[in-house]
């Protein structure tokens, strides 16, 4: 097995918006948010791995609603392995309802429902042959344990971070930081981890343990912070700006996936740069997920040939 993922499920109510309105005032719904889209950051970052070919599975909770069993149906057909994804009975799988507004930028309300409610001792089944684990936001104490699981597996941890405190709380992110290998995050994220440890620059986030910090800016690119060098990647423009929702997730998975073919991590941002620009093109995290193929033809369009090896 390649990655197993963890994080808060959801399902993605989307609509568009007039405007983004401040406290008081009324913006119009452009349509009616009565349809969903499967997301998540974890579940999208499975989702897309499975679509170019590795073999993820899912650590999360789920409820016991029609809603949840849809998505396990749908994860097992996509090529994710849902051992590890508990059901929760007499709970609901997570929401999110995220308001677009003419500019591409969102708000989002979110439901944790089931993921929030367990408060069990978490047991994960044949973790050891996972090659990396990857863990995004979700409810604290699950992902307090995950990172214990996983730090006593041996696997090398992949951060996602939000600036969510209730899934990573200032007191908690030197915990998460010295347990992983690599750290993906934006400009507010990564504020967010200065602030907490005192940091003054991203190179203090490394150590023994952490090979690299990437620090993503959207249309801006990226920088990849590792071995007393910082190597900056361009984006990889869609062919439309549909929907920016998921986009990380999408260049999280193409940056494990680099990993997975033993690519350095600056190539590893690369090919999370290319898949970005697939998400974008389409509304919905996991509705445009390219393939390996598709994936590699627009990575030598920009940067030429991929030096890595995906069997």
């Known amino acids: 097995m390649d990655v197993l993922a963890t994080g808060y499920p959801s399902l993605d109510f989307i609509t568009q918006v007039s405007h983004s309105p401040t406290i008081g005032e009324t913006a119009l719904l452009r349509e009616l948010p009565d349809s969903f889209n499967f997301g998540g950051c974890g579940a999208n970052v499975a989702v897309a791995l499975a679509r170019l070919g590795f073999k993820p599975g899912l650590a999360m909770v789920v409820g016991d609603d029609g809603e949840g069993e849809q998505y396990l149906r749908y994860l097992t057909e996509t090529g994710v392995d849902v051992t590890n994804i508990i059901r929760l009975p007499g709970e609901i799988t997570s929401r999110s309802y995220l308001f677009v507004n003419p500019q591409g930028q969102y708000q989002n309300f979110f439901f944790p429902g089931a993921a929030d409610a367990w408060l ?126 998921g986009a990380g997730d999408g260049f999280m998975a193409g940056f494990l996936a680099g990993l997975l073919c033993e690519a350095t991590p600056a190539i590893s941002a690369q090919l999370g740069a290319t898949v970005a620009s697939f998400v974008l093109e389409a509304v919905g995290c996991q509705t445009n997920l390219p393939t390996w193929q598709a994936v590699m033809e627009r990575y030598n369009t920009y940067f030429g040939s991929f030096e890595g090896d995906h069997d």
């Open 120 to 245: 069990g001792e978490l047991q994960l089944t044949a973790v050891s042959s996972y090659r990396f684990a990857l863990v995004t936001v979700g409810a604290y104490r699950y992902n307090q344990q995950y990172v214990q699981r996983i730090k006593q597996a041996g696997i090398p941890l992949v951060w996602m971070l939000k600036p969510d405190i209730h899934a990573y709380p200032p007191d908690m992110v030197g915990d998460f930081l010295s347990a992983s290998s690599y750290v993906v995050m934006n400009h507010i994220e990564a504020d967010y981890v200065m602030k907490a440890l005192g940091f003054t620059s991203l190179e203090q986030c490394l150590n023994d343990r952490l090979r690299a910090v990437v620090l993503t800016r959207g249309d801006q690119g990226s920088e990849v912070y590792s071995s007393g060098s910082v190597i900056s990647i361009r984006a990889v423009p869609p062919r439309q700006i549909v929907d920016p929702t």
